[in-house]
């Protein structure tokens, strides 16, 4: 499969934005139906961790490395 500007996105990326995409979509179906967020917005951590699908000791370890 191909991204922006013909480079392939990788299964793991693909995987990715597939989580992003129905955790965006199970947010706005849960704020309309309750009209308040399940996560709270200042918790990004947290919201992170549950869009991508990635464990939070990873997050972490892409913080730090980006950061370096």
């Given amino acids: 499969m191909f ?4 480079k ?6 693909r995987e990715i934005i597939e989580n992003v995409l129905t955790f965006v979509k199970k947010k706005v179906e ?12 200042v918790n990004y951590k947290q919201r992170v961790t549950v869009a991508t699908g990635i ?3 990873m997050h972490e370890t892409i913080i730090k490395r980006r950061r370096a």
Wanted: charge should be neutral; charged fraction near 15%; aromatic fraction near 4%.
């Fill in 55 to 57: 464990s939070e000791k």
């Fill in 8 to 13: 392939i996105l990788h299964s793991q990326t």
């Fill in 30 to 41: 849960h704020y309309h139906e309750n009209n308040v967020t399940s996560i709270p917005i």
């Fill in 3 to 6: 991204g922006k500007q013909g």
